[in-house]
Every structure is written in structure tokens, then in C-alpha cells.
Nanobody, 122 residues
Framework: VQLQASGGGLVQAGGSLRLSCVAS????????IGWFRQAPGKEREGVSC????????YYADSVKGRFTISSDNAKNTVYLQMNSLKPEDTAVYYC????????????????WGKGTQVTVSS
């Protein structure tokens, strides 16, 4: 099982980044896949996810209206388009997968990927 995240970087406030997560080793369609983030000194928090089979999505209140999650099922890839970035979005972003999509919490996660750093300068 592998969740390969990419797309992080350094951007100025107001800018955009797109994160990608390529999944392999499990049945992509059976899972909800998305992102958590962890800022220095803070707990890891759920950001967004998408149920591959239904297309249902979840967004944390802090990112609603700014982030958009999508999937390309042919490529086993989930994208997180992040617009209007703020310094408080600075964190390590982790791709994650959950078999049962009832909520998006750490305890729900079956597989984790390595993180990608997002830094937003003011």
C-alpha cells in the first residue's frame, strides 16, 4: 500500500498550490481519500476528503470556499486545489485513506502517506 503525496512548496499569502496523492496497493474505488495537516506545535487535523465511489466530499470549516478536492479515478489520484492561501495554512500535509467514510478523523484512517510541506509566507 502506498499513498504518494506531492505538490507542496513555498507560496505567498493569497497564492495557490495543488497537492496530488497517488494511491496504489488497494482498491481505490472502495475508499475515501483526502488530507490531514499538522502545523508546528499543533495536533493533526482533517482538512478534506472525497469518497471515490460516491463523490461525497468533506471540508474543514477553515478551508471551505478556498480548497477543492477532486479525484481522477483512471490515475488513482486525488487532488487538493488550495487557493487564497493564508499563513495559517502552513503545515505538513498528509494524504490518507479510510475504508469507511463516516467521518474524517485520525481514528478513521487505514493508510497514511508521507507528508508534503506547505509554507505560506505573509
Amino acid at each position: 500500500v502506498q499513498l504518494q503525496a506531492s505538490g507542496g512548496g513555498l507560496v505567498q499569502a493569497g497564492g495557490s498550490l495543488r497537492l496530488s496523492c497517488v494511491a496504489s496497493g488497494f482498491t481505490f474505488d472502495d475508499y475515501a481519500i483526502g488530507w490531514f495537516r499538522q502545523a508546528p506545535g499543533k495536533e493533526r487535523e482533517g482538512v478534506s476528503c472525497i469518497s471515490i465511489i460516491s463523490g461525497s466530499t468533506y471540508y474543514a470549516d477553515s478551508v471551505k470556499g478556498r480548497f477543492t478536492i477532486s479525484s481522477d479515478n483512471a490515475k488513482n489520484t486525488v487532488y487538493l486545489q488550495m487557493n487564497s492561501l493564508k499563513p495559517e495554512d502552513t503545515a505538513v500535509y498528509y494524504c490518507a485513506a479510510a475504508l469507511l467514510f463516516s467521518s474524517w478523523r485520525e481514528v478513521d484512517i487505514d493508510y497514511w502517506g508521507k507528508g508534503t510541506q506547505v509554507t505560506v509566507s505573509s
